[in-house]
């Protein structure tokens, strides 16, 4: 959090870019109005001047070009993939913006079918620390998910026990080998992760950002679930730490 300034002026707060599935970025299957408000309120939680941007591709393109001291603090992705046949991101200065952000020092919250995006850009699949592929990645039917927590992967589960909420199931995602994973759920007799964190390391250096990835959230109503709230407010605090 930013501090007071010494003339006694009121402080201001981090601010938070949340890329919601707008435009070429909506699909028919995910309500992205409801889960993006959500993510919203929980930004707003955590002390975050959050901004809605109406045209992703013109969004990522800004992020390439402001000077660094005019960035967002945290970048946050709620989009689908578009099926419009351009490629995603749809621009080449939107491409360079978001592999900016990748490569830079500053944390990236990704939510649920957001996996499936930004396929034109191979620096998404690292920063994210996985992917959904298609012809490979699949869910079982909308309904009661059993969400099982790791107890000692960090922090971000403190306080979270195994709970069930009404979502999708991600299953057969592609991951980086250098993911945390915090929790699964089993299909198959196979534990897939639905929420994992990354430091990234571009170019083989000491970390330089935090990422961290959370398969649920199809809808409004997992959000409703006080342990799945927890989770992601511990992951907010952890990308800001």
């Known amino acids: 959090m930013t501090a007071a300034p010494v003339d006694g002026s009121p402080a201001v707060g981090p601010k938070a870019l949340l890329l919601s599935g707008v435009g070429r970025y909506a699909d028919p299957w995910h309500?992205?109005?409801?889960?993006?408000?959500?993510?919203?309120a929980m930004l707003q939680e955590a002390g975050f001047d959050v901004g809605i941007a109406a045209d992703?591709?013109?969004?990522?393109?800004?992020?390439g070009e402001m000077a660094a001291p005019g960035l967002p603090d945290l970048l946050a992705v709620n989009v689908g993939l578009p099926r419009d046949g351009r490629p995603s991101?749809?621009?080449?200065?939107?491409?360079?913006?978001?592999?900016?952000?990748?490569?830079s020092e500053r944390p990236l919250l990704v939510s649920h079918v957001s996996s499936t995006s930004f396929t034109d850009l191979p620096e998404w699949e690292d920063g994210l620390g996985g992917r959904w592929i298609r012809g490979q990645s699949m869910h079982p039917e909308?309904?009661?998910a059993a969400i099982h927590v790791r107890p000692a992967s960090g922090p971000i589960v403190e306080g979270v026990e195994n709970f069930t909420l009404p979502d999708e199931r991600y299953s057969w995602l592609r991951t980086a080998p250098g993911i945390t994973i915090h929790a699964t759920h089993s299909h198959e007799d196979v534990e897939h992760p639905v929420m994992w964190s990354l430091e990234r390391l571009p170019q083989g250096t000491a970390p330089s950002g935090r990422t961290f990835y959370d398969a649920l959230g199809h809808d409004a109503a997992s959000y409703d679930s006080p342990e799945h709230r927890r989770l992601l407010r511990n992951a907010i605090a952890w990308l800001i730490s």
């Open 89 to 103: 991101p749809g621009t080449p200065h939107a491409a360079a913006g978001l592999a900016r952000w990748l490569a």
């Open 31 to 40: 309500p992205f109005a409801g889960t993006s408000a959500a993510l919203e």
């Open 142 to 144: 909308y309904g009661p």
């Open 56 to 63: 992703v591709d013109g969004a990522l393109e800004q992020l």
